[in-house]
Structures are given as structure tokens and as C-alpha cells.
């Protein structure tokens, strides 16, 4: 039996207004996984009334009482790994080893969170009057929009809220229509466990050709003060436009054509294993996964035939089987789009070394490319699959200028057993977040993490993700009457 889920308004699960529904599908069966609520502006409306309604007294919330109520559902969080296994195989067709990483590292956003609510926040500035004190202090902004992804949906969905959350705002969820449970209401539900105050986290879900009415509703509320979206590129964008259009500032984590540069001095046997990890898990499905492969030329010829022959061997298919390394795609559209993509490069001249060809369902082959050409879309475009396109390069200015263009700038990985050589290497490389001796995808709650160029703005982690959904407020305080000239 599918399960059935409503709307999480001010405590209370509640139907939509209009009584309409959405199916929520397995992507490796096609069955229906859940059915939940679909809900409509008038249902955004009650959803920030909530919110709204409950920020004072959330605000106002003694600091370590907030910060015990975070330590506790990332305790909870931490005991469900089972159940996380199940929903992200069932929902967005993730494999059981991504299942427990998502909930580890959601766990300890959650400490990380918990963390910044005592730590020391504001300044004491100097002032210009004679016996004045000015302060720098940061207060909440009051109810936040947030927009939770599928493809790490517990991950995603715990940044989506523990920051501002952490910062004092309450907060509207606008899950993903792909995982609305794991990415919403799950989340929601440990919160509420433990002992999170009604309507301080409210989850709305919607059918997807609702998507953009909700989004736009949500954010031109006037009583929502900033809006947190992770994302595509192109969603971020109109997101960000609205955002704009009203004045509220925005945290946008958007896509990634991220490169893996294994330079001259790597170890290649290391390298075929971190860039195999980068381009192929979670099936390519993480903004920070690896697009492109740059290999100095002297190691191409050992690495690509070490590299193919490895991702040629990973076992795919069925997520809830522990063996399976690439699961399904999101959706059987999401795997025909990616075939689609390594078909136009093989068109236009590009050779597959191991993959191709069409996908089963929504499971796509681990895909390895060579001789990508630059008018064919792979070049420019994210994968957002199983895929990526081993180029070689001469020297390391070559390996910058191929790994810079791109109109994007989320992460880098840079394979080299010299730091002082990656270093150098890595300050000339425009994105966001780089590893050197390392592949692209990493996350820790307390590092900054966002991109840059099309990639988006704003960081989430650490005190980076407090400051950005919490206000600067200059305070003075005179001790002494001051004398005015009139």
C-alpha cells in the first residue's frame, strides 16, 4: 500500500484546501511509492500564517533550550538509517550506502547547527561619540522559504532548515515533488520528535505542474524575509528573479560542471578510485559530481584504460540491493535525457570507452567518454547522471583553462601528491569549493558551502549559514546625554 501524507501546517497534518492529491513514484518500478497532498497558494498562505505566527516566541526561545531541541533530532536522526534506506531507495532511488551518508552527515548539520546557537555572535564597535557603546548584533529575519531538493533529500532537507532554524526564523518548506517525504516530511518529523514548537516548521508539497505557482506564492508573501533554494541552474534563476523582484535576500545552491584534474604527479591508482567515486555516486546525481576528468597526458593512456575498466565493473540496477553501486536515475525521463546527451556527443564525434547505448527504465550504464567535441551539449551541459569525459591535457595552464570554461563554478578536485603543485593549481581554478588531493564531492557542516558564477550565491555551513538568514543590526547605547546644535 502507497503511503498517504498531508500538509505539515502549525503542528497539525492537514489536508489541502482544495482536496487534491500528487503521486509520488518509484523511479526503479514506476509504482506508486506515496500520495500526498497537493497543495495550492491558499495553502502556502496558511503555511506562512503559521509560520508567522509562531516567530516571536521561537525567536525569543532561550538559546540553549533551541540549541537542546537540535541536538536531540540529530540524535533521532542518527537511529534511522534503516527507515532513511528505505525512503530514499523508494523515492528517489537511492543506493543504501548514499542513504546512511545522508543521514550521518544531516545529523551532524544538525549538531553544527545546534553549535551556533550559543556561539558568541555580534561585535562591539568603536564609536564616534564620547561615552557611547555601539554594538553589531544579529537577530532572525523572521519566516524564511526554503526549497528542498530530491537527489540528497535528507541532506538537503536538514540544510534547508537547521541554519535559519539555528538563527531563530521559523520556516516554509517547499519540498520536492520527486521526494517529498525524505526531504520534507521526514525531516519535519524528527524535528517535531524532538520537541520542536508548532508551526515553527511548516512542509508544504504540490503537484509539479503547481511547482511554479507555489514557488512564486511563497516567496512574494510579504511576511517571508529570505529565500534558501538548492537546485538547477535554471530554476535557480527564476527563483533568484523573484526573490529580487521583492527585495528579499536569497541563498542559492545551483548546479555544477565540475572537473577532476589528475595532474602529472598523481598516483594513479588513486585517482581511478576517487574519480570513480566523484562521477558515480548517487548515479552523477550531486551538483558536485564530476563532469569532466582532466588527465595530464602522460598518465592518459594507464588512468583511461584503469578508469573504464573500473566503472565498466560497478554493479548496477536495484537500489535496495547492498551491492548496487549505480542505482536508478530519479526518473525514467531523467536516464532517456542522459542517453540522449551521450548520443548527441556520439554524433558529433566522441567515443565511448565503456557504457552507452539505451538506458533500462530509469537506469542509466556507468558512461565514460572520450573526444567530446565543444558544440556537442555534453560539453557544456550538466550530466546530472552516470556520465563523464575524459580529456587530456599538456600543461597545468591548459588543465585551468579547461576546468574554467564553463558558466559554472561549484567545485573542483584536484588528484596530486604535491600540495605545493595542487595549491598553485587550485588559486587559479574560479569555483567555489576546491579538494586538493581529492575528488569534487565533499560536504561538512561547518565548512562554506556554495559556488560561484552560475552556480549560485551565498554559503550554507557553519557561521556562514547563520549569517545568512540573520540580520545585522547597529545598536548604541549612550552613557552620557549628548549636546545637539539646536
Not at 131 to 145: K, N, Q, S
Not at 250 to 259: I, R, T
Not at 323 to 340: D, K, M, Q, Y
Amino acid at each position: 500500500m502507497p503511503i498517504t501524507r498531508e500538509l505539515l501546517i502549525g503542528g497539525k497534518d492537514v489536508p489541502a484546501a482544495s482536496g487534491r492529491t500528487a503521486e509520488d513514484l518509484n523511479p526503479y518500478t514506476g509504482e506508486v511509492y506515496a500520495t500526498v497532498a497537493a497543495a495550492g497558494p491558499e495553502d502556502v498562505r496558511r503555511a506562512v500564517d503559521a509560520a508567522d505566527a509562531a516567530f516571536e516566541e521561537w525567536a525569543a526561545l532561550a538559546p540553549f533550550a533551541r540549541r537542546a531541541i537540535l541536538l536531540k533530532a540529530a540524535d533521532l536522526l542518527e537511529g534511522r538509517g534503516g527507515q532513511v534506506a528505505e525512503l530514499m531507495a523508494g523515492e528517489a532511488g537511492g543506493t543504501r550506502p548514499w542513504a546512511y551518508f545522508n543521514v550521518a552527515l544531516a545529523a551532524n548539520m544538525l549538531r553544527e547547527a545546534a553549535a551556533a546557537v550559543t556561539a558568541p555572535r555580534g561585535e562591539v564597535l568603536t564609536a564616534q561619540e564620547q561615552g557611547a557603546l555601539g554594538l553589531a548584533v544579529r537577530e532572525p529575519v523572521g519566516v524564511v522559504a526554503a526549497f528542498a531538493p530530491w537527489n540528497a533529500p535528507v541532506i538537503l532537507g536538514v540544510r534547508a532548515v537547521a541554519a535559519p532554524l539555528a538563527a531563530g526564523n521559523t520556516v516554509v518548506v517547499k519540498a520536492s515533488e520527486d521526494a517529498p517525504l525524505a526531504c520534507g516530511l521526514f525531516v519535519a518529523d524528527v524535528l517535531r520528535e524532538a520537541g520542536l514548537p508548532d508551526g515553527v516548521l511548516n512542509v508544504i508539497t504540490n503537484d509539479r505542474a503547481d511547482a511554479a505557482e507555489i514557488a512564486e506564492a511563497l516567496i512574494a508573501d510579504e511576511r517571508v524575509r529570505a529565500v534558501n533554494f538548492t537546485g538547477s541552474t535554471n530554476v535557480g534563476r527564476i527563483i533568484g528573479e523573484h526573490a529580487a523582484r521583492h527585495l528579499k535576500p536569497a541563498v542559492l545552491e545551483l548546479g555544477g560542471k565540475n572537473a577532476v584534474i589528475v595532474l602529472a604527479d598523481a598516483d594513479v591508482d588513486y585517482a581511478v578510485d576517487a574519480v570513480t567515486f566523484s562521477v558515480f555516486m548517487n548515479a552523477g546525481q550531486i551538483c558536485m559530481s564530476g563532469d569532466r576528468i582532466l588527465v595530464h597526458e602522460s598518465l592518459a593512456e594507464e588512468f583511461t584504460r584503469k578508469f573504464a575498466a573500473k566503472a565498466a565493473s560497478l554493479p548496477s540496477g536495484d537500489p535496495s540491493d547492498p551491492h548496487t553501486v549505480v542505482g536508478p536515475l530519479v526518473a525514467a525521463s531523467a536516464a532517456r535525457r542522459v542517453a540522449r546527451l551521450v548520443e548527441d556527443a556520439v554524433a558529433k564525434g566522441a567515443t565511448v570507452l565503456t557504457g552507452g547505448g539505451e538506458p533500462d527504465g530509469a537506469v542509466h550504464p556507468a558512461t565514460v567518454l572520450t573526444d567530446v567535441p565543444k558544440d556537442a551539449e555534453l560539453y557544456h551541459a550538466e550530466a546530472f547522471g552516470p556520465v563523464c569525459v575524459v580529456e587530456t591535457f599538456a600543461d597545468d595552464a591548459t588543465a585551468v583553462a579547461v576546468a574554467n570554461d564553463t558558466d559554472n563554478g561549484l567545485t573542483c578536485g584536484i588528484i596530486t601528491e604535491n600540495a605545493t603543485h595542487g595549491l598553485a593549481v587550485a588559486r587559479r581554478i574560479r569555483t567555489g569549493i576546491v579538494h586538493i588531493n581529492d575528488q569534487s564531492v565533499a560536504d561538512e557542516p561547518q565548512a562554506p558551502f556554495g559556488g560561484f558564477k552560475a552556480s549560485g550565491y551565498g554559503r550554507f555551513g557553519g557561521r556562514w549559514g547563520i549569517e545568512a538568514f540573520s540580520n545585522t543590526r547597529w545598536v548604541t547605547i549612550a552613557t552620557q546625554q549628548a549636546h545637539y546644535p539646536f
